[in-house]
């Protein structure tokens, strides 16, 4: 079965300074994996993804992610925190071998303080 | 705004009414996803369409629920008989044929049922 944890409920971090949203996940084989960021009152919105090859993946907003296939980790950073990004992350996954059953973890509140 | 729509976005019932909730896709999205989401946890998978068929369904997904997607296009998803643990978001995704394996969901604002 799939699986995945984000071990913190809340991450309060400093504008200015660098984030990190952790994810660990478990599948029973190679993942595809995601996140997706969640404002009030708006829809889940597409950050990145990791399908294959490099292991470090950019995306949206200057968001970025590490694919560490040993630990089974997935974490979400950032190297300069702002304000605006305060919302709240999910991390996913989907075994490539399991259909399109996609499974998200319970979501991570960042918080970024002026 | 060429993004997934859903309507309606708020519908609050007495328990043992059955309701009905929409989702447009994309137009070029043949993939579409149902995903329930209970306050303070990530969306749960419900079910899932390519074209018109119904290709994979959760456990989460009992009698009282279906979903159609007669032609491909628009998808509904009823509840009948409902109780007031199906009270959550419902949200629906899509994604374009997967060509380059993994295609990310793009997801609508939900609806949120409340039943009395």
């Known amino acids: 079965a799939q699986s995945v944890a984000q071990p913190e409920d809340q991450v309060n971090v400093a504008e200015g300074n660098p984030l990190t949203v952790k994810c660990t996940y478990s599948?029973?084989?190679?993942?595809?994996l995601f996140w997706y960021v969640q404002y009030p009152n708006r829809g889940l919105q597409f950050l990145l993804k990791?399908?294959?090859?490099?292991?470090l993946v950019k995306g949206s907003y200057g968001f970025e992610a590490e694919f560490n296939k040993s630990q089974t980790s997935f974490h979400l950073k950032k190297p300069s925190a702002l304000v605006s990004d305060s919302a709240l992350y999910f991390c996913?996954?989907?075994?490539?071998?399991?259909?399109?059953?996609?499974?998200f973890g319970p979501g991570t509140r960042l918080s970024v303080l002026p | 705004d060429t993004g997934v729509s859903q309507n309606p976005r708020h519908k609050i019932t007495k328990r043992g009414q059955n309701v009905t909730f929409r989702c447009d896709p994309i137009?070029?999205?043949?993939?579409l996803y149902w995903y329930r989401q209970t306050l303070g946890q990530g969306p749960e998978f419900l079910t899932y369409?390519?074209?018109?068929?119904?290709?994979?369904k959760s456990r989460l997904l009992s009698d009282r629920f279906s979903a159609e997607r007669p032609k491909g296009s628009f998808s509904t998803l009823e509840i009948q008989r409902t109780e007031q643990g199906d009270s959550a978001m419902y949200l629906c995704?899509?994604?374009?044929?997967?060509?380059?394996?993994?295609?990310?969901?793009?997801f609508g604002p939900g609806t949120r049922l409340t039943v009395l």
């Open positions: 995704a899509s994604s374009p044929p997967d060509g380059s394996r993994g295609n990310e969901q793009f």
């Open positions: 599948v029973s084989g190679n993942p595809y």
């Open positions: 990791y399908i294959t090859g490099d292991n």
């Open positions: 996913a996954v989907r075994d490539r071998n399991y259909g399109q059953n996609f499974v």
């Open positions: 137009s070029e999205h043949n993939r």
């Open positions: 369409f390519q074209n018109e068929a119904q290709l994979e």
